[in-house]
C-alpha cells in the first residue's frame, strides 16, 4: 500500500531564516505530487504540482519554490520566510487510476516569528 | 475562474441531529470529491461522486451529485461527536484540475 510521509511535523523559524519541507511517497512509481498551504480551519490553497523529476509548476507566485530530485520526493523550500509563509503544508499524491483523488500526508505546521 | 463555494461555513449542533452541507457553482465537474479533515491531520478521501443524480452511502453520511454536475450536497443522519471536522469538497474540471471549495468547519457537540 502507499505511504506518505511529511517532516518535520512543527517548525518555528524566525523571519528571513531559510525553510525546508520534505515529502516523500513509498509503494507507488511516478506519482503526481503536490504541495497545498492551509490557512486556520480554511480550505486549500494549490502551491506547486509536479508530473516527474525535475518537473514543477508553480501556481501561485511567492517566496517559495520546489524541487523534486527523485521520483518519489518532493521538496519545499524558501530563502528567506517572510511572516505571511505561516500555515499548515501538505503534501499529496494522486492516485493513477479512478479520478484524480488526492492521498495527503499529515501536513508540517509551519509559524514563522 | 472556477468556484466552488460551500455553505455554511461553519455549522455547530448537537449529538443526534441532522445536517447538510452544500457545495455549489457554476460550473460542470466530471467528478466531484469529499474529503473529511481532523485537526492537525491531512484531509481523507470519503468518496467520489461522478454521474449526475449519483447517491453514495458511506453509514450515516449520504453524498448526491446533482443532476447537472454543478453541484452536491453531503447529508449526515444522527450526527456523532467523531462527525466533527472540516468538510472540503473538489471538482475536477475538464484540464483534470481539482477546484477546491473553502471548507465547512462541522462541531458534534456531545
Known amino acids: 500500500s502507499q505511504t506518505i510521509h511529511q517532516w518535520p511535523a512543527t517548525l518555528v523559524q524566525p523571519v528571513g531564516s531559510p525553510l525546508s519541507l520534505e515529502c516523500t511517497v513509498e509503494g507507488t512509481s511516478n506519482p503526481n505530487l503536490y504541495w497545498y498551504r492551509q490557512a486556520a480551519g480554511r480550505g486549500l490553497q494549490l502551491l506547486f504540482y509536479s508530473v516527474g523529476i525535475g518537473q514543477i509548476s508553480s501556481e501561485v507566485p511567492q517566496n517559495l519554490s520546489a524541487s523534486r530530485p527523485q521520483d518519489r520526493q518532493f521538496i519545499l523550500s524558501s530563502k528567506k520566510l517572510l511572516l505571511s509563509d505561516s500555515g499548515f503544508y501538505l503534501c499529496a499524491w494522486r492516485g493513477v487510476q479512478g479520478y484524480y483523488e488526492q492521498y495527503f500526508g499529515p501536513g508540517t505546521r509551519l509559524t514563522v516569528t | ?110
Do not use: M
Open chain 2, 1 to 110: 475562474t472556477q468556484l466552488l463555494e460551500q455553505s455554511p461555513q461553519f455549522l455547530s449542533i448537537q449529538e443526534g441531529e441532522n445536517l447538510t452541507v452544500y457545495c455549489n457553482s457554476s460550473s460542470v465537474f466530471s467528478s466531484l470529491q469529499w474529503y473529511r479533515q481532523e485537526p492537525g491531520e491531512g484531509p481523507v478521501l470519503l468518496v467520489t461522486v461522478v454521474t449526475g443524480g449519483e447517491v453514495k452511502k458511506l453509514k450515516r453520511l449520504t453524498f448526491q451529485f446533482g443532476d447537472a454536475r454543478k453541484d452536491s450536497s453531503l447529508h449526515i443522519t444522527a450526527a456523532q461527536p467523531g462527525d466533527t471536522g472540516l468538510y472540503l469538497c473538489a471538482g475536477l474540471n475538464s484540464n483534470y484540475q481539482l477546484i477546491w471549495g473553502a471548507g465547512t468547519k462541522l462541531i458534534i457537540k456531545p
